[in-house]
């Protein structure tokens, strides 16, 4: 199947700072989506993104469809400790009705 | 939340056995998705269905079946557990199949072959 490369794949950081992670593929996809899993429970969708060089916001999550559609990001401003969890994202390409997923980056916040 | 319940929620079983994992759905969508979840490898998909007796395989689904005879209802049926079929599985929901699609996943059931 399809590989997604999902960076880094884990973060400690400081309550209040902002976040980075992205995911690169080696196909062209159309769809891309992010999502949020805490433990024992379901991922959660947090954004989705259709067109090459959008960029969505949810409250302080904000992710960009990147403009080659061979990548995406998501960026979590002034993190709090709820943010804990583990975050990733899928994508669909042009033809079939299946999602790859990222093998997902590890967010700590220390208070 | 999406509608989406799985059950069981745990499960413990011996190699051989045969299993079955329910995935119900209140949403009446049409797209309806099995996945694993291992430490390493995120989520892969296991079978996913387009319709009512509608069915596909995906990346993992050897050793797994799956039936869907009403549109709410997703069936994952290990014919004889094996202990690399533990796992945590998830059902997942989706609108439509192709662009503007959103999967909305279930809680997951954790199951243990010993």
């Known amino acids: 199947g399809q590989q997604l490369n999902q960076s880094p794949q884990s973060m400690f950081i400081q309550e209040g700072e902002d976040v980075s992670m992205n995911c690169t593929s080696s196909s062209i996809f159309n769809t891309w989506l992010w999502y949020k899993q805490d433990p024992g429970e379901g991922p959660v969708l947090l954004i989705a993104l259709y067109k090459a060089g959008e960029l969505t916001s949810n409250g302080r999550l904000t992710a960009q469809f990147g403009i080659t559609r061979k990548d995406s990001f998501l960026n979590i401003s002034a993190s709090i400790p709820s943010d804990v969890g583990i975050y990733f994202c899928a994508g669909q390409p042009n033809t079939g009705n299946q999602f790859y997923f990222g093998t997902g980056t590890s967010l700590t916040v220390i208070p | 939340d999406a509608g989406i319940t799985q059950s069981p929620r745990h499960k413990v079983t011996e190699t051989g056995t045969p299993v079955t994992l329910r995935c119900h759905q209140t949403e009446n969508h049409r797209y309806m998705y099995w996945y694993r979840q291992d430490p390493g490898h995120g989520l892969r998909l296991i079978h996913y269905s387009y319709g009512v007796k509608d069915t596909d395989k995906g990346e993992v689904s050897d050793g797994y079946s799956v039936s869907r005879s009403k549109t709410e209802d997703f069936l994952l049926t290990l014919e004889s557990a094996t202990s690399s079929q533990t796992s945590v599985y998830f059902c997942?929901?989706?609108?439509?199949?192709?662009?503007?699609?959103?999967?909305?996943f279930g809680p997951g059931t954790r199951l243990t072959v010993l």
């Open positions: 997942a929901i989706s609108a439509k199949g192709g662009p503007y699609n959103e999967q909305f």
